[in-house]
């Protein structure tokens, strides 16, 4: 049973498209998040949602929008896409202070 | 703020070379630290973790001890392998809340 999963693993559209990355996690975690990791490997959080508590990362374009259906859920909307949109975007979940556990990552090409 | 600061790499290693990547970190509260690792084309896995001060995490030779005084959790091995080649995240949570803090990752490569 695969613990945080996300869907599609690969991801290829054209620029100004609309598209969504789900994930979801079996672990009863109230927190989960997106995260960006780019070319250089940077990984930086986008969003975390705790309890319906959406915290934001005031960089993160507003094309970019969580949508959480409930606690297991943490799905990404993004719209317009752009080049710069390029990247791979993980999915991650904790309880507390405890570890997080990621994803395996979506690959996002825009062209 | 809460942050986290590694060194940059990439770091490149030979076989059975020592290895020391620096994290430091800047905390409102008592966090538990982590170090991460993502092999190639994967996700971040958990590699060790210490939850308060003078801790030592380990973890497949890896060693990190939490130093309280100089705020800092550095990564060691005494003896790198190929398969050690990856990327390292070092990583801060807070003991009041969910959030996780992690640096830019600090990519390895040891060649034979």
């Known amino acids: 049973d695969t613990a945080v999963s996300q869907t599609p693993k690969y991801l290829v559209t054209q620029m100004g498209n609309d598209k969504s990355i789900k994930c979801e996690q079996n672990?009863?975690?109230?927190?989960m998040y997106w995260y960006k990791q780019d070319s250089k490997k940077f990984l930086k959080i986008m969003f975390s949602?705790?309890?319906?508590?959406?915290?934001i990362n005031e960089t993160v374009p507003n094309r970019f929008s969580p949508k959480s259906p409930d606690k297991a859920h943490l799905n990404l909307h993004i719209n317009s896409l752009e080049l710069g949109d390029s990247a791979v975007y993980f999915c991650?979940?904790?309880?507390?202070?405890?570890?997080?556990?990621f994803g395996q990552g979506t690959r996002l090409t825009v062209v | 703020g809460n942050s986290v600061t590694q060194m940059e790499g990439p770091v490149t290693l030979s076989e059975e070379a020592f290895l020391t990547i620096n994290c430091t970190y800047t905390?409102?509260?008592?966090?538990?630290l982590f170090w991460y690792v993502q092999y190639p084309g994967e996700g971040l896995q958990l590699l060790l973790k210490?939850?308060?001060?003078?801790d030592k995490g380990s973890n497949k030779g890896f060693e990190a001890t939490y130093r309280k005084e100089t705020t800092s959790f550095h990564l060691e091995k005494g003896s790198v392998q190929v398969s050690d080649s990856a990327v390292y995240f070092c990583?801060?949570?807070?003991?009041?809340?969910?959030?996780?803090?992690f640096g830019t990752g600090t990519s390895l490569t040891v060649i034979p």
């Open positions: 905390a409102t509260g008592y966090p538990s």
């Open positions: 949602y705790n309890n319906k508590e959406l915290i």
């Open positions: 210490a939850t308060k001060a003078d």
């Open positions: 990583a801060l949570s807070l003991h009041t809340g969910n959030q996780f803090y």
């Open positions: 991650a979940s904790s309880q507390g202070e405890t570890q997080a556990f």
């Open positions: 672990l009863g975690h109230d927190t």
